[in-house]
């Protein structure tokens, strides 16, 4: 069915992730379709989401806009910085939609940087009680961005959510090729290199995910991408690189998937049920 997966950018911080995938072409898959929700109008306005909705208006035609807006979805993606007021007002609406319509919810949002006041972890802590339910949730601290611009202490916090945002649009990819949405509470990290044990290695320190992510995992996923076909013996490795980190009972999948626009490169993902 056409359009049966909406990805809701909440909040300007949602909008700017949104356009990174659109840039990305995620919206060349038949099926994806994007909806950007907000406050401010500048943002929205220059928004090449299919949707637009505006949160400054009658709490009736707001809930309207939104449940019309998520007709027909199967699942429904949110990017969003938590604390921020959009997130605030549009995902109970959204919740609510899912929970009526028994839809899948993956969700993606940054918690406020301790560099934002005390409002923001505020808005934040009363936003997160409407995730319960979701059926796969990332939460990523915003500090956890520091680390990748670790070689760039001046970084200004306008230049680590632009790290945030890179790092959302390459989860959101990740779990569209997978197209497995239940990891209830979950991490994941990714990596890059010119040999898989490398790009896995790369994605198993992933500041977003946890030395103890993997150790208690329930349920993993590893992915290669790669520009030529891996070795047998590679991907072997790679898998029992990952294993050999996790409890023996967990459930753990792998895939490996040959892109030709990588070239040399391999991209490893790895995603993890959280404790
Ligand atoms: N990923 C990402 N997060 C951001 C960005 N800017 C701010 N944030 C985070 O998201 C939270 C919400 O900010 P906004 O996205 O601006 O929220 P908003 O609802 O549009 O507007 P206000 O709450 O009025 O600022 C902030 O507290 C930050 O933690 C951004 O450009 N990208
Ligand atoms: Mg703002």
Redesign the pocket.
């Known amino acids: 069915m056409d359009n049966d997966i909406k990805i809701v950018g909440?909040?300007?911080?949602?909008?700017?992730?949104i356009n990174k995938l659109i840039q990305a072409g995620v919206d060349k898959k038949k099926s994806v379709e994007f909806i950007a929700i907000?406050?401010?109008e500048n943002?929205m306005l220059t928004s090449p989401a299919r949707k637009n909705i505006f949160l400054n208006r009658d709490l009736t035609i707001i809930y309207k806009s939104i449940f019309e807006a998520l007709e027909g979805a199967k699942v429904i993606f949110i990017?969003?910085?938590?604390?921020?007021?959009?997130?605030?007002s549009a995902i109970p609406i959204i919740m609510s939609y899912a929970k009526t319509y028994n839809t899948l919810t993956v969700v993606f949002v940054?918690?406020?940087?301790v560099l934002?006041n005390s409002t923001?972890k505020i808005?934040?802590e009363y936003t997160m009680n409407y995730l319960r339910e979701v059926n796969t949730l990332f939460v990523v601290p915003?500090e956890k961005f520091f680390v990748l611009r670790i070689n760039q202490p001046q970084i200004s916090?306008?230049e680590l959510?632009?790290v945030?945002?890179e790092v959302?649009c390459q989860g959101v990819k990740i779990l569209l090729d997978l197209n497995d949405f239940k990891f209830g509470n979950a991490a994941f990290g990714y990596g890059e290199a010119t040999n898989a044990i490398e790009a896995i290695k790369i994605a198993a320190k992933f500041p977003t995910l946890e030395e103890n992510d993997l150790k208690t995992a329930k349920k993993v996923f590893l992915g290669l991408k790669s520009g030529k076909l891996l070795t047998l013996s590679s991907i072997d490795a790679a898998n029992k690189f990952i294993k050999a980190q996790l409890p023996p009972e967990a459930e753990f999948n792998s895939r490996a998937d040959v892109v030709p626009l990588f070239g040399e490169k391999i991209f490893a993902s790895i995603i993890c049920t959280r404790k």
């Open positions: 909440i909040g300007e911080g949602g909008a700017k992730i907000g406050n401010d943002i990017v969003a910085g938590l604390a921020g007021n959009a997130a605030k940054c918690k406020p940087s934002e923001r808005n934040s915003a916090l306008q959510f632009e945030a945002d959302f």
